[in-house]
């Protein structure tokens, strides 16, 4: 799974917070997740632990639904840590998600590095202008515990499949390949 840093990428599905904890995870530095203030689901420290260490997040819960970009936006521009997580209500527009690449291309020049921009929307996503869009959902099986990964967009890459599972404590992302049948 590769993500273009100082740019905004998209995660949707039923598993896309599964899917920013493994981005984490693939990480180092802090880590912002904002998310709204009115959201009833919250991450839990201990569910966490399999993916990051909790302490390296930092929560913020901003109260009106145009602050949740507001706070990407300037978190990216800063540039000072290398993941920003935003957990949408709704689709950004186009403008908003143009205005948050800029941001993360500032925050390149100016912070530590280039961040990396995540927006998480429910369902199949849609936003438009995003560097790439991710989808994940579970695929668990009796005895196992694996979630189908697709690479729906990108700008410079084709939409591919993976099986991402978890053993023995690790995860392996595992590239499906479709068969085709001649008849």
């Known amino acids: 799974m590769t ?18 904890m493994l981005v984490a995870r693939a990480t180092d530095g802090p880590v912002f997740w ?12 201990e569910g966490m632990c399999a993916f990051a260490e909790p302490g390296r997040f930092t929560f913020l819960t901003p109260r009106q639904p145009i602050d949740l970009l507001w706070c990407l936006e300037e978190v990216l521009r800063a540039g000072v840590v290398p993941l920003v997580v ?6 950004p527009g186009l403008t908003a998600v ?7 291309e500032t925050g390149a020049g100016e912070g530590m590095g280039a961040p990396l921009g995540l927006i998480l929307t429910e369902g ?13 959902a579970p695929d668990h099986g009796s005895g196992r515990r694996a979630w189908h990964l697709s690479r ?13 599972s978890r053993v023995k404590g690790q995860f392996a992302l595992e590239r499906r390949v479709e068969s085709v049948h001649i008849n």
Do not use: F, K, Q, Y
């Open 3 to 20: 993500l273009t840093p100082g740019r905004v990428h998209e995660l949707c599905g039923s598993a896309r917070h599964t899917l920013a």
């Open 34 to 45: 904002i998310s709204a203030a009115w959201a009833t689901d919250r991450l839990n420290p």
């Open 86 to 91: 935003a957990d949408l209500p709704s689709l």
């Open 98 to 104: 143009r205005r948050l690449h800029l941001a993360a």
């Open 124 to 136: 199949d996503g849609g936003a438009p202008g995003v560097e790439s869009r991710w989808h994940m």
């Open 152 to 164: 729906r967009r990108a700008r410079t890459l084709p939409p591919a499949e993976w099986e991402v």
